[in-house]
Every structure is written in C-alpha cells, then in structure tokens.
C-alpha cells in the first residue's frame, strides 16, 4: 500500500510539474493570441487551437515557463506581425520565413535581448530597416532577403558584435554599405545580392576574418575593393558581378585556398580563382535557404 501511494505521488507530483512548467506569463501567451490574428490564423497551414494550452500550439517553444521559439516557416502566414512582441523578453529563435507577410517591422522587434536568429526571409515585408540595435547583442543571425525594404543600410547594424550571417538579398536598399560593417569581426556570411547599394566601399572589410561568404553582385558599387580584402583567408564563396568595380587588382593575391565559388567581372580573375578550384559545390544565391537550417 506505501508503494501505491508513494508511486501515486510521483506520478501526480510529475504531471503538476509538466502543467506548471507549460504555463507561461499572461502577457506572452496574450501576444501569441494578437499574432494569430494579425497574421490570419485561421488561414495557416498548421493552426493553433487557442482554447487550448499554448505548449500544443504548432512552432511555439516553451522552456522553463517562456516562449523561447516561435518558428512558422511556410504556414501560410499573411497580414502583419503586430507591435507588442518585445513582450516574448526570453525569446531566441524568431522564424517566419517562406510566407507573405505585408507591412513594416514591429518597432519593439529589435528589443529582444535574447534572440539569436531572425529569420523573415521570402515575405512582403516593407519599410526601412531600424537605426538602433544596441540591445542585440546575442543575435547570431539575421536574414530578410527577397522583401520589399528599402532606404539605407543603417551604421547601428555595427553593433550586432555576435553577427554571424547578414542577409539583405534582393531588397530595395540603397546608399553606401556602413562602415560599421567592419565591426562585425564574428560575421561568415554577408549577403547582398540584388538592392541598389552603390558608391566605394570605405569599410575595412579585411577586418571580417571570419567571412566565408562574401556575395556583393548585381549593385551599383563602384570604385576599388578594399585592399585588405587579400587577406581574407576564410573565403569560400564571392559573388562580385553586375556592379561598377574600377578595379579588382586587391584580389590577385587573395590567400584562400578554400574558394569554390567566384563570380565577378573581370575573366581574368574568374579563370584565376576557378583553375585554383574546380570542384564547385554550389552557386550561391537567395534561393538556397531550406528546411535544414529552420
């Protein structure tokens, strides 16, 4: 009969714990109710059932009593992401590409200290990028290529000091790339493809050591590239074509042996770069982004 009851108790004791720790504070879950409708809900792909608990509701992520993930990649999302989300303060993972969502970014997007990937890529998603990013310094991962933003790319964008990847892919953007762009020393990946950037690049972008991928083509940038672009021995893939470069001379003695793919106007270096390679894994583009990486 002890035995019963003390396994009785774990049982209860277990399951209580389960309930608890699926509650979350009523200002999230509150959130998660506005996004549902402001985004068409009932029209997802895979919908929530709102009666019931949250923890059930499909891409929502809960831990320790907070939603940590809100990933809806391809659900058929439409309408607007509403103001308020700031309200999700412990959430790392924000995914809502592959859908068509319209309107500009929520102005309390960028005060999530936590989130380490934003994924909004292959939306409708309008407006100018946000001048202030000093309060993300976790985020490891920022994509929104193929929307419709537009302006510049503003100097704050230097303080995502653990920036890993940066892809604004075929955008509206226009200006100068910042200069703050050096100071992301963490960055692999930089993507660019396709926006109406234009002018010199003054950033020391040999600055990035880390970069793997460099993918500037089918700009206005003019002028010569950084010199100390030669010393990025990292690089992997460099797509520089359909721009106005004076000079690519900085690149005769690029250092990597790691190159597979090179893409630019100048044959000469094409045939340099691709005899030194010829195993070209693959070409690099905005189209490349799959389910592997949500």
């Given at each position: 009969m002890k035995n019963i009851l003390k396994y009785s108790f774990i049982i209860l004791f277990t399951v209580s714990g389960c309930m608890v720790s699926a509650q979350i504070p009523k200002s999230e879950k509150q959130y998660l109710i506005e996004f549902h409708k402001s985004s068409v809900g009932e029209q997802w792909q895979n919908t929530w059932n709102l009666k019931a608990d949250p923890s059930?509701?499909?891409?929502?992520?809960?831990?320790?009593?907070?939603?940590?993930?809100?990933?809806?990649?391809?659900?058929?999302?439409s309408g607007k992401i509403p103001n308020g989300i700031a309200a999700l303060t412990n959430l790392k993972t924000l995914?809502?590409?592959?859908?068509?969502?319209?309107g500009s970014l929520p102005q309390d997007l960028f005060e999530l200290s936590e989130l380490r990937s934003l994924r909004l890529e292959m939306n409708k998603l309008s407006g100018t990028l946000p001048q202030d990013y000093s309060k993300m310094k976790n985020l490891e991962e920022l994509s929104m290529f193929n929307n419709l933003f537009e302006g510049v790319i503003p100097s704050g964008i230097g303080q995502l000091e653990n920036l890993k990847a940066l892809n604004l892919s075929s955008n509206y953007l226009e200006g100068s790339l910042p200069k703050s762009i050096e100071k992301l020393t963490n960055l692999e990946r930089l993507e660019l493809f396709g926006n109406k950037l234009a002018g010199s690049i003054d950033?020391?972008?040999?600055?990035?050591?880390?970069?793997k991928e460099l993918i500037l083509s089918y700009n206005q940038f003019e002028g010569d590239l950084p010199r100390?672009?030669?010393?990025?021995?990292?690089?992997?893939?460099?797509?520089?074509?359909?721009?106005?470069?004076?000079?690519l001379n900085s690149l005769l003695r690029m250092k990597s042996q790691n190159l597979a793919v090179f893409d630019s106007d100048d044959e000469f270096l094409n045939m340099k770069f691709s005899n030194r390679t010829l195993n070209k894994t693959r070409v690099v583009d905005t189209n490349y982004e799959d389910f592997k990486r949500n």
């Amino acid at each position: 009969m002890k035995n019963i009851l003390k396994y009785s108790f774990i049982i209860l004791f277990t399951v209580s714990g389960c309930m608890v720790s699926a509650q979350i504070p009523k200002s999230e879950k509150q959130y998660l109710i506005e996004f549902h409708k402001s985004s068409v809900g009932e029209q997802w792909q895979n919908t929530w059932n709102l009666k019931a608990d949250p923890s059930t509701w499909y891409g929502v992520e809960i831990n320790e009593g907070h939603v940590v993930g809100l990933k809806l990649y391809r659900n058929n999302l439409s309408g607007k992401i509403p103001n308020g989300i700031a309200a999700l303060t412990n959430l790392k993972t924000l995914n809502l590409s592959f859908n068509t969502l319209e309107g500009s970014l929520p102005q309390d997007l960028f005060e999530l200290s936590e989130l380490r990937s934003l994924r909004l890529e292959m939306n409708k998603l309008s407006g100018t990028l946000p001048q202030d990013y000093s309060k993300m310094k976790n985020l490891e991962e920022l994509s929104m290529f193929n929307n419709l933003f537009e302006g510049v790319i503003p100097s704050g964008i230097g303080q995502l000091e653990n920036l890993k990847a940066l892809n604004l892919s075929s955008n509206y953007l226009e200006g100068s790339l910042p200069k703050s762009i050096e100071k992301l020393t963490n960055l692999e990946r930089l993507e660019l493809f396709g926006n109406k950037l234009a002018g010199s690049i003054d950033a020391d972008l040999g600055r990035l050591v880390n970069l793997k991928e460099l993918i500037l083509s089918y700009n206005q940038f003019e002028g010569d590239l950084p010199r100390s672009m030669a010393t990025l021995s990292n690089l992997e893939f460099v797509q520089l074509q359909g721009n106005d470069f004076r000079s690519l001379n900085s690149l005769l003695r690029m250092k990597s042996q790691n190159l597979a793919v090179f893409d630019s106007d100048d044959e000469f270096l094409n045939m340099k770069f691709s005899n030194r390679t010829l195993n070209k894994t693959r070409v690099v583009d905005t189209n490349y982004e799959d389910f592997k990486r949500n």
